[in-house]
């Protein structure tokens, strides 16, 4: 039988659902308008910059990468709520400029304000603060599957809301549904009672040089850097190739639904091969391969609808695989201590990515041609393949929080020092002013009962 240290208590589960919500309907507002944005900007003023029309697509990704750790900090000294409410105003602002743009140019300005909406850091430490050290992984896992959720449904909703709406439509019903978001915040988001900094999944600036000299996280920074650059340049060019191939836009859905429905199906094998098997360093060299695979494909068989469909599973296969290892690996690659840091600089490099592949996408065609967005795509990928494959073997392990009453330092520093030799444990920290342990483990070999034992005495 389940105990209440078990199970997540009705507001841990509120908290998570709601604050999951939240974050998946802001990513909606960023991810909805990837497939069809190319398409619909050739009918502005200025629209026949494809270097303009990158810069409108990845503009978001600009100031969310400044502006992602800043956000947290604020509000951890202003407080999350405050944080959030001005993040989703900014991001409604930005949407309504954007529905009622007449050029390219206020298009960017209101994608750029959309960027500053940075919530994410502050979201995620309200998650923190609301949830019990014992299920905080599972609160962050709600946010991430969100996220990948959001991304399916973008891509299949768009075309039918191109059709219905078109893009102001889309950029208004975006605007609409973060003022909604905010409601969601006052009135089914609890407030914390205590509101700490936590180390597990907020940035601190004494930890930031650490994990900008560490050279395996920084293998792991690019490649979350050239996933997303490379999803936002394709973006550039695919919906045009679907055009070409006798699908209208409002068509492509198509495509996308049984594309990513098979990618979805087809990534699962590999990633049970990686947790289970230890077998994580293979399959991820093995997904940037496939994903070569799929841009070569791509941009040899563009003319051919079931080419290009053959294309896209192979590149999406990929795209999932790795989009679900790379922040398991950072968690297993970066030092407990600076674990949040880590996650912070992974997350705002994810967001620059997407500026620099939108804008370089845009670049590439407008002087080069729609096939230069596919070299670059496989060149991009060549380099993260050259970096991975000389990656070191990520250790199997696993990292649990446990919650801790009030300690002084010296204690804590002896309760570090015995966890640290518990068998199965490969790396401890004790957190007295967070009342938090943390312990990367060994699962196969770990003896949680000692652990639990040593708390007790705490």
């Known amino acids: 039988m389940k105990t209440s240290k078990d199970s997540m208590t009705p507001v ?120 019990r050290e014992e299920h905080r992984t599972k609160a962050m896992a709600m946010i991430g599957i969100t996220i990948g959720i959001t991304f399916s449904i973008s891509l299949v909703l768009s075309p039918l809301l191109y059709r219905a709406i078109d893009v102001p439509g889309i950029f208004a019903m975006t605007g609409v549904l973060a003022l909604l978001a905010m409601l969601v915040v006052k009135f089914v988001i609890p407030d914390p009672a205590i509101t700490r900094f936590h180390s597990d999944t907020e940035a601190s600036g004494k930890h930031l040089g650490e994990v900008l000299r560490h050279k395996e996280l920084l293998r792991l920074d690019f490649g979350i850097f050239t996933l997303h650059a490379i999803l936002r340049s394709v973006f550039m060019q695919v919906p045009s190739v679907l055009r070409s191939n006798g699908l209208e836009a409002a068509q492509h859905w198509h495509v996308y639904l049984p594309v990513l429905l098979m990618a979805f199906v087809l990534m699962v094998p590999p990633i049970i091969l990686a947790e289970k098997k230890a077998r994580m360093k293979q399959v991820f060299v093995g997904a940037i391969a496939l994903a070569v695979l799929g841009q070569l494909t791509l941009m040899l068989a563009q003319h051919s609808l079931w080419g290009v469909v053959a294309a896209l599973a192979l590149f999406f296969t990929a795209f999932n695989i790795l989009e679900a290892a790379l922040p398991s690996l950072i968690s297993k690659v970066a030092p407990l201590a600076s674990k949040g840091t880590a996650m912070g600089v992974y997350s705002s490099v994810q967001f620059l990515g997407a500026f620099f592949g939108a804008s370089a996408g845009g670049l590439l065609m407008q002087y080069f041609g729609g096939d230069a967005v596919f070299v670059f795509a496989i060149v991009l990928l060549l380099l993260w393949l050259a970096a991975a494959s000389t990656m070191q073997v990520p250790a199997t392990v696993r ?40 312990l990367k483990v060994d699962t196969q070999i770990f003896d949680e009962a000692a652990v639990e034992q040593l708390l007790k005495g705490a």
């Open 12 to 131: 841990e589960r509120r908290a998570s659902l709601g604050l999951a919500g939240i974050y998946g309907l802001r990513m909606l507002g960023l991810f909805i308008i990837l497939p069809v944005f190319a398409l619909y900007a050739e009918h502005l003023p200025g629209g026949d910059n494809k270097l303009l029309v990158g810069v409108a697509l990845g503009a978001y990704g600009l100031t969310q990468a400044i502006l992602q750790i800043p956000s947290g900090l604020m509000s951890d000294r202003y407080g999350r709520k405050p944080v959030i409410y001005i993040s989703l105003l900014l991001f409604a602002l930005g949407s309504f400029i954007a529905a009622f743009a007449h050029d390219i140019y206020w298009v960017i300005i209101g994608r750029v304000i959309q960027g500053a909406g940075a919530l994410n850091a502050a979201v995620m430490a309200l998650a923190a603060d609301l949830t």
């Open 399 to 438: 990292t649990r929080l446990y919650h801790l009453p009030e300690l002084d330092e010296a204690s804590s520093s002896t309760l570090q020092q015995q966890l640290s030799q518990v068998r199965g444990v490969r790396e401890a920290m004790v957190v007295a002013a967070e009342c938090m342990a943390c």
